[in-house]
């Protein structure tokens, strides 16, 4: 006779089934049962190393006729000249020199007037004496003036004039033109002049000193002989305004250390930086010559030197190019360094970038780059550089250093020195003049594969990652994709990026709260269906942005066409691999060996994935249950797929499988197949074959809910279902909580009509379940096991609240229907 409590437990009903008397909504059902819906879990696509370091690697959508090459020759010849011109495409007209007619002589001037000659050798132009210099200055002070007075200067107005005298054997420079003394007299006589003294160091200038005169004064005009001077003092003009004379004062100190500057320049070039040019002309041994560029870049650094206004730059240079035929990568790398330094532009510095990325092809000389720290130079080029007129040599500088990102060693550095918010900042650049413009830049596609794929590398590092949140770099590589999107390696590359990324919770949130992205992840998939590489990335990337974020399973979920489009994407994969295993055959393999997924499979697995996880919102999980598309490729995929072809794969499965199984409405195909689905037997293989917690706890789900409907509950015994259960009961029990309730509500919806415990379970499996269930009630041996306290803690909550009060509902079941016998005395012989 049973007892009262007995009584109460004989009364109450199966977990999960639903009464007649009152239909509980899918709103409580999935309230009862959120522990058991679990989102599924999976690895990152696998991206392969390139064997070689090339701007675009052998998946990449750009033929070889329309990309930049990755080999090519260089020389010395390949640069230009410092002192040339780049070519103008624009025809200039030739300039009309009409020389005046020179005016009629007085008797001071020299009578022999001449035309313009030819300019004669600048080395002698500039060759005036240290007594000459001295009078100019005189001049320029008022101690030498004019034979006669000059007119009254007009009141405070000073006009100032580009052109430039040179005077010196008798000829006069303007504008680049030499005249005859006379005929710059009368050249003189309508335009205030810039004086210039050109020495050997400098200039000497003053302005407006022979405004208002017809004629030069006769001992400057004779060369500055001494005797022509006037006989007497010449009372200097009232109209020259003290304040005029205060700021040329002022001008000659500051010329004087002009002077002094350029003569300390001059004596540093001589001491320092020449002998080291000529052991670089040596050109003895590479590593005599490495050693000169070190000491030579370190010279030109303490004279402050380097940067493009240095006066010897160009002799400097020459040296360098003519040093780049040697071959060498260890001493054309020091070369780079030097010639970056020098602020080289144009083709020098598309060449030199060309030069950095041909030494960086070889991942033997990444120590080279380690060493001669000239990264810093290659950001700098990107930092201060205008893009426009130097993307090609941008692309080749981005170029060496993404192959030097690709080096785990050089990010730290690489971080530190600022990479992460150059690149970003280059990106929005990209960004804005793309949306400016209307369309793509020119070469803009091939310098973002650089960008992108250097930006992948950077993001294996935490503070990487950090820096690109506090920047909002993901909205920004979303526009990207966005105003890219026909760039099928551009867009890859970003996936990259977000696929890594979304594996962090803080930067899966960041992305998720980016509505737009969605969207743009959907234009990609339809646009990209047959494209592996890329769409399994994004089917990824959603996958991860869904997992925990119930507001991103509801907006994926409401963009247009979103569920059409996973579907669409399952058909077209489903069929590849149902062709793959065709063409492959059956029994090809070993049996029992287990391999990785193929391409194909992956995809699969990560589009079930995605349906996994939206499938957890109260308001898409009903829709999908009821959608016979989707219950229909998930059992279609359990049909042909098991758990030796493709583990995860039905694991993915089933897990979908399950989070629908909860919601039990009118129209749910689930429902409607639940004997299809129960009689495919993976659940009970995969509960005691696959050993994998996951599977086990996928497959209970479903179990749980089929267990509902009591002529369903004789497929469980059948193959061994039960002691499939308590084997996965005594496996996961002890470090999975939730898992070891799920099976304990199993087995109690199974026993519901129990009359005797031996005949419901079997007599061994009874006596197994008694004493896994008593065992795992006594806390001491529950929770006993090495965990630290958080963890115990964590434990503690899941046994309590949802293991311990199951367990013992069907410990007193059984107890109650199990006949124990009593044991008998041994016979004595």
Known sequence: MLSPNDKKLEKLDPFYQPSVSKQKTSAEIISEARNALRTVRTQRPFTPREDQRKLFGPTSSRTSE???????????????????????????????????????????????????????DPAKIRRISSARARMFRAAAQGALLPDRALPPAEPQKTVKSKETVMMG????????????????????????????????????????????????????????????RPAGPVPCPSSWDPSELEARAVSKADLQEKDTEIEADEVFWKTRIVPILHELEKEENIETLCDACTELHHALEEGN??????????????????????????????????????????????????????????????????????????????????????????????????????????????????AVEILMTL???????????????????????????????????????RNLLSISA????????????????????????????????????????YSRCYALFLKLINKYQKKQDLVIRI??????????????????????????????????????????????????????LQRQPSEVEDVLIKLTRVLANIAIHPGVGPALAAHPHVVGLLVTTLEYKSIDDCEELVINATATI???????????????????????????????????????????????????????????????????????????????WQLACLVCKTLWNYSENITNASSCFGHEDTNK????????LDEEQALGGSFDQDLRNYHKLHWETEFKPVAQQLLNRIQSHHTFLEPLPIPSF
Not at 486 to 507: G, Q
Not at 543 to 571: D, P, Y
Not at 677 to 692: E, G, R, V
């Open 769 to 776: 379940l008694l004493a896994l269930l008593s065992s795992f």
């Open 427 to 465: 990106i929005k650049h990209i960004n804005e003049n793309t949306k400016k413009c209307g369309a793509c830049l020119p070469n803009s596609g091939h310098l973002l594969v650089q960008i992108t794929a250097t930006v992948r590398n950077l993001v294996d590092s935490p503070l990487a990652r």
């Open 305 to 418: 030197l380097l940067g493009n206004k240095f006066k010897r730059r160009s002799i400097l240079l020459k040296t360098l190019y003519k040093l780049v035929d040697v071959g060498s990568d260890s001493l054309n790398l020091k070369l780079a360094k030097i010639i970056l330094a020098l602020k080289v532009s144009r083709k020098n510095l598309l060449n030199v970038c060309k030069l950095v990325f041909k030494i960086s092809r070889s991942e033997k000389n990444d120590s080279l780059f380690q060493n001669d720290s000239i990264l810093e130079s290659l950001l700098e080029v990107l930092r201060s550089e205008d893009l426009q007129t130097n993307v090609e040599a941008f692309l080749y500088c981005m170029g060496a250093i993404k192959f030097i990102s690709g080096n785990p060693g050089f990010l730290n550095e690489m971080i530190s020195k600022g």
């Open 539 to 592: 089917v990824f990337i959603l996958g991860n942005l869904t997992a925990k974020n119930n507001q991103a399973r509801e907006q994926f979920s409401k963009e247009k066409g979103s569920i059409q489009t996973l579907l669409s994407l399952f058909r077209i994969f489903y069929q590849r691999d149902l062709n793959s295993k065709a063409w492959v055959g059956a029994g090809d393999e070993p049996p029992g």
């Open 658 to 736: 399950n989070n629908l199984s909860y919601y039990q409405v009118k129209n749910s195909i689930i429902q409607d197949k639940k004997l299809c689905i129960a009689k495919l037997h993976k659940f009970m293989i995969a509960l005691l074959d696959a050993k994998h917690q996951d599977v086990c706890f996928s497959a209970c789900g479903v179990l749980l809910n089929l267990t509902v409907d009591k002529d369903k509950c004789t497929i469980i015994k059948e193959g061994g279902g039960i002691k499939k259960l308590l084997d996965c009961l005594q496996d996961f029990g002890p470090t999975d």
């Open 474 to 513: 993901l909205p920004e590589l979303c526009t990207v994709m966005e105003q890219y999107v026909a760039d099928k390696d551009v867009c890859t590359n970003v996936a990259r990026i977000f696929s890594k990324l979304t594996s962090y919770h803080d930067c899966c949130v960041a992305l998720a709260s």
């Open 66 to 120: 329309n990309r930049p090459p990755s080999s090519f020759s260089l020389h010395a010849s390949s640069f230009e000249s410092p002192d040339s011109r780049p070519i103008s495409g624009t025809r200039l007209s030739p300039l009309e020199l009409k020389p005046k007619a020179p005016a009629s002589p007085t008797t001071e001037e020299d009578p022999c007037l001449s035309f313009p000659k030819p300019p004669v």
């Open 169 to 228: 054997d008798s000829m006069v420079k303007i504008n680049g033109i030499y005249l005859a003394e006379p005929n710059a007299i009368g050249h003189f006589q309508s335009h205030p002049l810039q004086l210039t003294y050109g020495g050997s160091f400098g200039e000497i200038k003053e302005q407006e000193l022979f405004k208002g005169t017809t004629s030069l004064p006769s001992h400057l005009r004779s060369g500055g002989d001494p005797g022509k």
